[in-house]
C-alpha cells in the first residue's frame, strides 16, 4: 500500500475532553492530521489512544497503523499485539531511527532466550524508510 492510512492518537486524556483536561488536541493535533491530509497523507484522528488502538486492531476505518504522541503512548498495544516483532519509529528526525518495541532486553543477555525477529524488523524498516527518503529526495532535485 502506497499510502497507509493512519489513526492519530490524541495527547490528553478522553481526548482532551474538548478542552477540559488541555488544549493541545485542538491547538494543535487537529491541524496536524488536517495538514497531513493536504499533503496527502490519508489521517483521522485526533482519537483517544485506546480506542484508536482498538479502530485499528479491529480494522475500523481501515487504519494501517497508528501515530501516537509519545513512545509509552503506544507500547502497550504494540506489545500485546506482538512483542517478538514490533517497531517503534522515532519521527521527526533527520534519519530513519527504529528500535525493537521490546527495548535492550540487557536482562536476558548470555542466556540464548533472545528473539531477534523484532531487531531484524526494524532495521529491514530502517533500510526501507532511508531508500524512500533517498527517493524523494532525488525528485525534488
Given at each position: 500500500?502506497t ?7 490524541g495527547?490528553?486524556p ?40 482498538v ?22 498495544a504494540?506489545?500485546l499485539?506482538?512483542?517478538?516483532k514490533?517497531v517503534?519509529?522515532h ?5 530513519p531511527i ?8 540487557y536482562?536476558?543477555v548470555?542466556k ?8 531484524l524488523?526494524a532495521f529491514?524498516?530502517?533500510c526501507?524508510?532511508?531508500?524512500h527518503?533517498?527517493?524523494l ?5
Amino acid at each position: 500500500k502506497t499510502s497507509p492510512r493512519l489513526a492519530v492518537c490524541g495527547l490528553n486524556p478522553h481526548n482532551g475532553d474538548n478542552g477540559n483536561y488541555g488544549d493541545e488536541e485542538i491547538k494543535i493535533i487537529s491541524p496536524g492530521v488536517e495538514l497531513a491530509n493536504k499533503a496527502g497523507i490519508p489521517a483521522d484522528g485526533p482519537f483517544p489512544a485506546d480506542t484508536a488502538f482498538v479502530r485499528a486492531i479491529r480494522k475500523e476505518g481501515g487504519y494501517d497503523g497508528v501515530v501516537t504522541m509519545y513512545h509509552d503512548q503506544g507500547q502497550i498495544a504494540m506489545k500485546l499485539m506482538g512483542f517478538e516483532k514490533g517497531v517503534t519509529v522515532h519521527g521527526g528526525l533527520p534519519i530513519p531511527i527504529t528500535t525493537p518495541a521490546h527495548g535492550t532486553a540487557y536482562d536476558i543477555v548470555g542466556k540464548n532466550l533472545a528473539n531477534p525477529q523484532a531487531m531484524l524488523n526494524a532495521f529491514d524498516l530502517a533500510c526501507r524508510m532511508g531508500q524512500h527518503h533517498r527517493q524523494l529526495k532525488k525528485q525534488v532535485a
